[in-house]
């Protein structure tokens, strides 16, 4: 169950959103190959919608937890 549980997360951490782990390695392959960093002002509104986006797949995941409970599924 432990296994499980690291694999899930290191795969939901390499998601390329930008507030998690793999957001920041998209910011740093877009440095490299640009040859610039992003402004601080893209960056920052990146992490917003990544938060919400986040925010939002947790809400998802609650509600169909919530619900398979409710119905016994």
């Known amino acids: ?3 499980l549980l ?3 997360l290191c795969l ?4 390329p959103i930008p507030a998690l782990d793999g957001g920041y390695v998209m910011f ?4 490299m190959v640009s040859g ?4 601080e002002r893209f960056f920052e509104n990146a992490l917003k919608v ?3 986006l986040l925010l939002v797949l947790m809400v998802f995941v609650f509600y169909n937890d ?3 409970l409710f119905t016994g599924g």
Not at 28 to 31: A, F, R
Not at 36 to 39: H, K, V
């Open 1 to 3: 169950m432990t296994g």
């Open 6 to 8: 690291s694999m899930v």
């Open 12 to 15: 939901y951490e390499s998601l």
């Open 28 to 31: 740093l392959l877009y440095e």
């Open 36 to 39: 610039r960093e992003p402004s």
């Open 50 to 52: 990544g938060m919400a």
């Open 66 to 68: 919530i619900a398979k």
